[in-house]
């Protein structure tokens, strides 16, 4: 039990490394978030989301009056605009791709 | 008796500079403008006059609008960030101005139109897709096919993709627009409920009138805060909009 104190370590040193290699652990980089002021974020984000709601509803109503499909592709336009609202958002929040320069 | 609330009054336009201001529609909110570029111009021109190692407050305020624009360039948009610096400055002074003028008692605030900060968004966006096809040529297009994609899932993540554009402008005007509208409504609110308590209630009225005055004062100093926080997010984005024409991605 004399080298229980190196064992422990080992262990964290072994986890440590475990962790890396499923990238559990976050790289140094936190991406765009800490840059801004979280107060800049939240104003940020519920505009980014909804303003893309509106293009594709707009975009979906448009559509529809020019090739006579309604109300087809409004629906269709306003799941992509969700979509693309939700993807505003994560680039904003979400981490950065590997390999990707600022 | 009682008073009625106006807080959309504030915003409506009015032509400035008696019959010759009427007769071209020169609107208070032109006037605004001419007077918020004046002190922009003055500001540097003025400032910077004495030019000494040790600046005083004027200059050391012209060196940090500048200072500050300039790393924000650099940071956001990178080395070629330094050819976009006179016009994210242009823009970052004007609404900063145009957000802490509206504060100035009896002041109008640009920034609280649509059509203005619409027409400020919809110039940054035209000029970032100008600035991506002129660098990268048809390839900029390539900015709403994200690599390593699987082609069968091409034609969603395109549509949504081009929808995540075209929401920019539309964002960026209305943040702008909505924080300075709101605020100002606010303020109007409580402005407007002190009066009508001092009407109606008399000399309790008066004493109750503390409660929305010291609500005003409050909210005064957050907008300011979000006066320069809006000029500071709107300068941002555009030049998060310009590093993704330059760089794709």
Redesign the interface.
């Known amino acids: 039990m004399t080298d229980a104190p190196e064992k422990g370590a080992d262990f964290d040193r072994r986890l440590a490394e475990a962790r890396q290699r499923q990238g559990l652990e976050k790289p140094a980089e936190p991406g765009p978030v800490a840059?801004?002021?979280l107060?800049?974020i939240g104003?940020?984000v519920g505009?980014?989301m909804?303003?893309?709601l509106?293009?594709?509803a707009f975009?979906g109503y448009w559509l529809d009056r020019v090739l006579h499909t309604k109300p087809f592709l409004m629906v269709v336009?306003l799941l992509?605009?969700g979509?693309?609202?939700v993807?505003?958002v994560w680039?904003l929040v979400g981490p950065k791709r590997p390999g990707?320069?600022e | 008796m009682a008073t009625t609330i106006d807080v959309m009054g504030q915003f409506k336009l009015t032509t400035a500079l008696g019959p010759v201001g009427a007769s071209v529609n020169f609107t208070q909110s032109n006037l605004t403008m001419v007077v918020i570029c004046a002190l922009i111009l003055a500001l540097l021109h003025l400032g910077m006059a004495p030019r000494a190692v040790v600046p005083g407050r004027l200059q050391a305020a012209a060196e940090m609008l500048y200072g500050f624009v300039h790393r924000m360039c650099i940071d956001q948009i990178g080395e070629e960030g330094k050819a976009f610096f006179p016009f994210i400055f242009t823009l970052f002074s004007f609404i900063l101005f145009g957000n802490l003028f509206g504060l100035v008692p009896y002041q109008f605030t640009i920034t609280s139109h649509l059509a203005i900060t619409a027409g400020l968004a919809v110039f940054v966006i035209v000029l970032a897709t100008f600035v991506g096809l002129r660098t990268h040529g048809l390839h900029f297009f390539s900015y709403f096919l994200p690599e390593g994609l699987p082609i069968f899932l091409a034609p969603l993540i395109v549509a949504v993709e081009v929808i995540s554009y075209l929401s920019r402008p539309i964002s960026l005007s209305f943040r702008l627009f909505a924080n300075m509208m709101a605020g100002h409504v606010v303020f109007e609110v409580f402005a407007s409920f002190m009066v009508a308590m001092a009407a109606s209630l008399g000399a309790i009225g008066y004493v109750m009138a503390v409660g929305p005055f010291a609500l005003d004062v409050a909210m005064t100093g957050f907008e300011l805060l979000v006066a320069a926080l809006q000029a500071y997010v709107f300068a941002v984005l555009a030049c998060m909009y310009l590093h993704d024409a330059v760089h794709l991605h």
């Open positions: 840059k801004t002021s107060l800049g104003m940020r505009v980014d909804a303003s893309a509106a293009v594709g975009l336009f992509l605009g979509v693309a609202g993807r505003n680039r990707h320069q």
